[in-house]
């Protein structure tokens, strides 16, 4: 059991120290971390700029805005592929809440390396 433990406890650390070792791109648009995506299956950023600006002040916070894009299939159009996006921020407050959490939104999208969300022909 005391084996089973030192493994888990060590599986848990690799996976931390492999989430805050990922070099992430500055980027105002997630446009580029799709198009790298799709190139090359995954991309890691944080938001800047004026979008990261606004949702600063909407959830009172300035922890940095983290967004993981992952290939999930080709899609039929060439250079086309279903894109998952993760973005998630630390210490966000909510109007109905006083209590600040670390906030996580997942979603897909079809997309196009030409940059145009994919519209099956």
Do not use: N, W
Request: proline content about 3%.
């Amino acid at each position: 059991m005391k084996t089973l433990k030192t493994i888990l406890l060590c599986f848990t650390a690799a996976l931390s120290t492999a989430h805050a070792a990922r070099t992430r791109t500055p980027v105002t648009t997630i446009k580029p971390l799709l198009v790298t995506a799709i190139d090359h299956g995954e991309a890691y950023g944080t938001l800047t700029g004026e979008s990261r600006a606004f949702i600063d002040r909407r959830f009172s916070t300035s922890a940095p805005i983290e967004i993981d894009v992952k290939a999930v299939h080709d899609l039929s159009q060439v250079g086309c592929k279903r894109l998952q996006v993760i973005t998630r921020q630390a210490q966000v407050r909510e109007a109905s809440s006083q209590a600040a959490a670390e906030k996580e939104l997942s979603y897909e999208v079809s997309f196009c390396r030409d940059g145009q969300f994919y519209a099956p022909r």
